[in-house]
């Protein structure tokens, strides 16, 4: 694609030649002469005049730079739409795969893409332009609505509900039976999960990841939130709108987490936590108790995040602290001799 072309598209002002042929997006290190990098921040500036990229995307112009310039208001947004056009373009399905199995009573509407060894439950409801991948499982009385894409091999149990345009990773599972024992007679009995799930407009959940069905009511992921790989969120949890679930976090049941909650990597709750509005969970942090809208916490059991940091430092200065506390120890034990001596 020319440069002259990408500009066109990003609404960018393009200063250089834009007459070069683009092959696609890189880092500044890797790019090639044939590629477009981005420039997110001003700090990586000086690192421009040793790539050998034939254009940059960058937010405002750059003095002395030698290559092409595609100037936008948002570099991020620009870089989406750049990834898009180059893209793979994948052999897309269409229709119901011979090999799928469609319940007779289940409603699909008739743009509905289903792919080989795929089931579909009965009185199943799918909207408009919705792909359901090879060798998915749709249960009895689930609902899902128009725009969504179910990867591969995605299980959606009974009586779930997912919104319009959700995306789905593949090998993830919805409204499984939650983690709930009871200890009676001597042994562990399952507790019956008979809610459901609720998936708002917007949600996407990566590969790998659960989202376990209600005891009663529903586990709400609320609208616009995006679940990495490897995450699980327990019976009856309810998140709130556009959070960020980062890989390994773990939310335990009957949870309450706010709109705009950020859960970094390997963080989590313990049950009946409430987590406020734009709270945010540091790596590996675990709420054990309430935590305050826009509070930030860290560590195990989680605090206010600046407290930690200052405890971490000292922590880590302990052996230190430690050898210096001997020595004292020394002195006043040869402090205390002398003042025995002279009685």
């Known amino acids: 694609m020319l440069l002259s072309d990408i500009a066109t598209k990003l609404q960018a002002q393009l200063l250089g030649d834009g007459q070069q042929n683009i092959t696609g997006v890189n880092t500044i290190q890797d790019a090639l002469a044939n590629e477009v990098c981005f420039l997110t921040s001003k700090k990586h500036a000086p690192k421009l005049p040793q790539s050998s990229a034939g254009a940059v995307l960058v937010s405002e112009p750059v003095a002395d730079c030698a290559m092409a310039q595609l100037v936008v208001e948002d570099v991020n947004a620009a870089l989406i739409t750049l990834l898009g056009l180059f893209a793979p373009k994948l052999t ?102 008979n809610g459901g799930v609720i998936l708002e407009d917007g949600v996407e959940i990566g590969a790998n990841s659960c989202v376990d069905r209600a005891k009663f009511g529903n586990t709400v992921i609320g609208a616009g939130t995006k679940i990495d790989n490897l995450v699980q969120v327990a019976h009856n949890v309810k998140i709130g709108r556009l959070c960020l679930l980062a890989g390994h976090v773990g939310i335990s049941g009957s949870t309450i987490v706010g709109n705009g909650v950020v859960f970094a990597g390997a963080s989590g709750s313990a049950d009946h936590v409430e987590i406020g509005d734009g709270a945010v969970l540091g790596a590996q942090a675990v709420a054990t108790g309430k935590v305050a809208a826009g509070q930030m916490i860290l560590g195990t059991p989680a605090r206010d995040m600046k407290q930690e940091l200052k405890s971490m430092s000292v922590y880590r200065k302990l052996p230190e602290i430690a050898k210096q506390v001997k020595q004292l120890d020394k002195k006043v034990e040869k402090l205390e001799a002398a003042k025995d001596n002279k009685n």
């Open 92 to 193: 897309a399905l269409s229709g119901i795969h011979p090999t799928a199995v469609v319940e007779p009573t289940a409603e699909l509407d008739q743009t509905v893409t289903v792919g080989p060894g795929a089931y579909i439950g009965h009185a199943v409801k799918i909207g408009d332009d919705t792909v359901i991948g090879p060798g998915c499982s749709v249960g009895e009385n689930t609902a899902i609505g128009s725009g969504c894409r179910l990867d591969s091999n995605i299980v959606v149990y009974h009586n779930c509900t997912i919104g319009n345009s959700c995306i789905i990773q593949s090998n993830s599972t919805i409204g499984a039976t939650g983690f709930g024992y009871s200890f009676i007679d001597g042994q562990h009995r399952l507790i019956p999960h």
